[in-house]
């Protein structure tokens, strides 16, 4: 399965952006789905996690009350809104698919397909 991000790009802080995900190849519907993150010198960070009928739906500390994951498997989409974006944003965002319920959703390992990551930066 190869993913394809888009939708990042410069906004001011305070602003909005979606990001978008969508595999080639495959349906999503298999997949547990996930957003991370990774800024320059840092690790790559967990930011939200969807289950595969989207009941489930977990965050990163930073981002909860801002940040909403959602997931279209009719059309094979999922979504990441992101408001009221702080300069401490900034990141290269990569979505991932897993496979398998074994795992922490948290963890960048436990998934198993990558998208290539689409770079948001947040001015002050």
């Known amino acids: 399965v190869q993913l394809q991000a888009s939708g990042g790009g410069l906004v001011q802080a305070g602003g909005s952006l979606r990001l978008s995900c969508a595999p080639s190849?495959?349906?999503?519907?298999?997949?547990?789905l996930g957003w991370f993150r990774q800024a320059p010198g840092k690790e790559r960070d967990f930011v939200a996690y969807i289950s595969r009928r989207g009941g489930l739906r977990y965050y990163a500390d930073s981002v909860k009350g801002r940040f909403t994951i959602s997931r279209d498997n009719a059309e094979n989409t999922m979504f990441l809104q992101m408001n009221s974006l702080k300069p401490e944003d900034t990141a290269v965002y990569y979505c991932a698919a897993a496979i398998s319920d074994y795992g922490s959703y948290d963890k960048a390992p436990s998934h198993d397909y990558w998208g290539q990551g689409t770079l948001v930066t947040v001015s002050s």
């Open positions: 190849g495959r349906t999503f519907v298999s997949y547990r």
